[in-house]
């Protein structure tokens, strides 16, 4: 079959029903439709050709193609004049994201500002940290209670009420945007909450809406489904199934049991998401959160993570927004392995993507003093497909998963698994010397496998230190905070700074006292945003002084050198396991980073640097330049040097 054709073919079905409908718009605005229909017309045959092999054995395709074209086309006219001002840019420079002045920010609305309405007064202090990217945890309506932070989303298209509406949401982003900080939000689309009015139709016997979910009368379909499939949240319940007495049948449930997995093998719910999305887009959202990206596609006989057609779902959605919001990008949360990661980036697909390897790495290195593993798999994985760029961190709203390569591992003759255990060990604060004060998240007391909670200062060292050791301590672990954060920044890619970790708040044990978050130990790294502590930024030999103060340094030699725009590191070979080295080069500068991840101090010979002849080292930090020998490095010292002529 030559899917053009027929992609063309259809498109002429069922245009004229969307050209009768949308007449007196068209009528009264020919540009703007003209823009539309141009990008419709240049898309919609790959976007045919993606969604055929998936829906063309649906007997109705035709109808659910009708619809997806009306959702565009109805929400292309709603787009506000200056959303479509910024697509054409974008559509001029689709790397807009790739910038050195780029410089990123994630919280949760209320534990930072409160609502909506006071957020807009903290936009200056992230003007004063040069956040340039801002994004804001699930902020839509969720059930009362448990709800994974506002992951389980019971409607898509109202805030929640003690943050405001969604008419401030849009007003937030405006202002935003006329500020410089573009904002992202989640699309949460592989499930919803059982409070969505799809579930509770569901729930009623609607049959329409029973089929945007797995649901099933009995075990038969669901053990066979299980045989392959691994528990995610196995504290909450076995399996990916949950028995709901009330209706007194099984709905998939990967995660939470609140959370049903939608149906995407029902075009109805491809359709559905994709308005939910648009409609996000015309808040003015410039990036979207993909979350759970590997588990969107359920297939018997597979685990149903990352499977094939989770990708052609996501490169659809991608050319929805082509068409109809051509300013929004995606990032990719595929907190999988490092194989898989990458085959969810690309400018089809996800622009953006979260790194978890490095995020993983950095922690790994601070827990062994070396970087062996850091630099190995950096070297193997850090590159990914032109026009799109990476989202490093050092931790954001949820756990810390080892989830390096045991492939790679084994290259440098360690044992993943036991070395995994040796981590959640360390960051628990179990293991003796250990400097850590994490907690565990999801232990499965069948394998002994955990993920790690815990603030970036508590897992670093601070807590331990002010608690309990000396100003030496305390030192150390501010240095470790920079360190981490100083890599996230010169690597290449947008740096996300979990907000609070600039001043070094720890971790808060109070979530324990609330019955909907106790058992779930995330929150003790999501405190409430002390502005108090803040106010000590500017005092001299302050804890939060030496942090702000110090990633403020660092943020400023980011934005003014170019270079730390692309994503082109080379990894150097140091004759020192305890030291990561790497340089970024461009046509007219190059830069070279060395990390000491070790409380010893180090030295690195010029040598292994391999300078070109005639050149020699200025540090970009203190302006001085190193003897001709050896680069002298302080215990945990991350130092930037710009290569010059002698």
């Known amino acids: 079959m030559d899917l053009r054709f027929e992609a063309n073919y259809t498109l002429q079905r069922v245009l004229p029903r969307i050209l009768k409908k949308y007449q007196k718009f068209i009528q009264r605005d020919q540009t703007t439709w003209q823009m539309f229909l141009n990008r419709l017309e240049n898309h919609f045959p790959r976007l045919f050709e993606i969604l055929y092999p998936i829906y063309g054995g649906v007997y109705d395709t035709i109808f659910h193609l009708e619809n997806l074209v009306d959702a565009m086309a109805e929400s292309w006219i709603n787009r506000p004049v200056e959303l479509r001002i910024l697509d054409q840019d974008r559509e001029n420079n689709p790397v807009w994201f790739q910038s050195e002045k780029m410089m990123g920010a994630v919280c949760y609305v209320d534990l930072f500002a409160g609502d909506l309405s006071r957020f807009k007064e903290k936009i200056p202090y992230l003007k004063e940290l040069g956040i340039t990217y801002l994004h804001l945890m699930p902020l839509f309506s969720c059930p009362e209670g448990e709800n994974d932070g506002g992951y389980a989303i019971s409607s898509y298209r109202e805030v929640r009420s003690d943050l405001g509406s969604t008419s401030q949401l849009k007003e937030l982003a405006s202002e935003l945007q006329e500020n410089g900080v573009s904002l992202v939000l989640d699309f949460v689309f592989n499930h919803t909450s059982n409070e969505h009015e799809w579930a509770v139709k569901a729930k009623q016997g609607d049959e329409v809406f029973e089929k945007y979910y797995w649901i099933f009368p009995d075990r038969k379909i669901p053990d066979q489904y299980e045989t392959h499939l691994r528990e995610i949240f196995p504290d909450e319940h076995p399996g990916a199934f949950t028995y709901f007495k009330d209706i007194q049948k099984w709905v998939w449930t990967t995660f939470h049991s609140y959370q049903w997995d939608l149906n995407y093998q029902n075009p109805a719910v491809f359709v559905s998401m994709a308005r939910e999305m648009l409609a996000l887009a015309n808040l003015g959202v410039d990036a979207l959160r993909l979350d759970a990206v590997a588990f969107i596609w359920k297939q018997m006989g597979t685990n149903c993570e990352n499977l094939p057609e989770a990708h052609l779902i996501i490169q659809a959605f991608n050319l929805v927004a082509r068409i109809a919001a051509p300013g929004l990008i995606f990032k990719s949360e595929a907190i999988v392995h490092p194989d898989d990661v990458v085959k969810y980036i690309s400018p089809t697909e996800c622009q953006i993507s979260y790194n978890p390897l490095l995020m993983a790495l950095l922690w790994e290195s601070l827990a062994t003093r070396q970087v062996r593993l850091l630099k190995h798999s950096m070297k193997k994985r850090l590159t990914i497909p032109d026009g799109c760029s990476w989202v490093n961190y050092v931790r954001c709203h949820d756990d810390i998963g080892w989830t390096f390569s045991d492939d790679d591992a084994a290259d440098l003759w360690m044992n993943g698994y036991d070395h995994r255990q040796f ?212 215990p945990y010292e991350f130092a930037i040097y710009r290569e010059v002529k002698e």
């Open 423 to 634: 981590l959640n060990e360390f960051y628990r604060g179990r293991f003796p010397g250990s400097f850590a004060r994490g907690m565990p998240f999801q232990e499965n007391p069948k394998t002994g496998d955990c993920r790690i909670s815990g603030t970036c200062a508590s897992l670093a060292g601070l807590e331990k230190a002010i608690t309990q050791e000396t100003s030496m301590e305390i030192e150390l672990a501010i240095k470790r905070i920079l360190l981490i954060h100083g890599v996230i920044l010169t690597m290449g890619g947008i740096p996300l700074l979990y907000l609070g970790d600039e001043i070094g708040l720890l971790n808060d044990y109070t979530y324990r006292d609330d019955p909907g978050k106790k058992d779930d130990s995330r929150w003790v790294h999501r405190p409430k945003f002390n502005w108090q502590k803040t106010e000590k930024r500017q005092i001299a030999g302050t804890v939060e002084q030496k942090i702000f103060g110090g990633l403020l340094d660092l943020i400023r030699i980011r934005k003014e050198n170019p270079v730390f725009a692309n994503l082109n590191t080379e990894m150097l070979d140091l004759n020192n396991e305890h030291v990561l080295g790497y340089k970024k080069p461009d046509r007219t500068d190059t830069i070279y980073i060395l990390a000491n991840f070790s409380e010893r101090p180090q030295k690195i010979p010029l040598t292994d640097l391999a300078l070109p002849t005639g050149t020699a080292l200025s540090n970009l930090q203190i302006g001085d330049f190193p003897n001709k020998k050896e680069i002298p490095l302080k």
